[in-house]
């Protein structure tokens, strides 16, 4: 087994560093990789490059990393399933209220929440991090549990209603979009460059 870790940049989607392990590589693999990150050998160690390269590499990871192609459009998707969106981008309504209020109560409803903001709090202290931060108690929460929080100015003064997700390695929250940049503002200035390092 070969390891690498990967360092990201500094700021409230990522904190710390993310460790992985890989697995044995496949050598002479024809792959090649549509996100420009690839393996090389050099002096009988693997090592990660981000140059951009089109021809096939020596040692491939056993993985694709690039996303998958989206065949579709979601709006337009949405647009012809009668989906009236605003200029925003937003979809509004699909012109049956009655019924999906009526699911609302009864049933299952799905929501289209990809306007809204997502902050990813991730490091050891992400928890100690964002109790201080906000209204919610999350020294109490498990992993899979999630809880509603307010965001406050120093005054006191709601800035914005939260809902966060406990992950493994993370918190998720989701913030309004109006809020979202004035937030992550907000945390970024408790954020200490030597946390990141």
């Known amino acids: 087994m070969t390891a690498a870790t990967v360092t990201p940049p500094c700021g409230i989607h990522v904190f710390g560093s993310t460790s992985f392990n890989l697995p044995r ?14 393996w090389t050998e050099k002096r009988n160690k693997y090592k990660l490059s981000s140059r951009t ?18 065949d579709h459009d979601f709006l337009d998707t949405v647009t012809v399933a009668g989906a009236k969106v605003s200029e925003d981008g937003i979809i509004e309504t699909f012109d049956n209220d009655e019924e999906a209020l009526d699911a609302f109560d009864n049933g299952v409803v ?28 999350f020294e109490c929460l498990q992993e899979g549990q999630g809880c509603d929080t307010v965001f406050v100015t120093p005054t006191a003064r709601t800035i914005d209603i ?7 390695n993370a918190i998720l929250l989701v ?15 408790y954020v200490h460059q030597s946390s990141c390092l």
């Open 162 to 168: 939260a809902h966060a997700w406990m992950m493994r």
């Open 110 to 137: 799905v929501v289209d929440l990809s306007h809204f903001g997502r902050l990813r709090v991730s490091g050891d202290d992400r928890i100690q991090f964002l109790h201080n931060q906000s209204t919610a108690d």
């Open 175 to 189: 913030v309004s979009p109006m809020t979202c940049q004035y937030i992550t503002e907000m945390l970024n200035k």
């Open 25 to 38: 590589l496949v050598t002479g693999s024809p792959h090649r990789f549509r996100n420009c990150a690839f």
């Open 53 to 70: 390269s089109s021809s096939p590499i020596a040692a491939a990871l056993p993985f694709d990393l690039s996303p998958p192609p989206i």
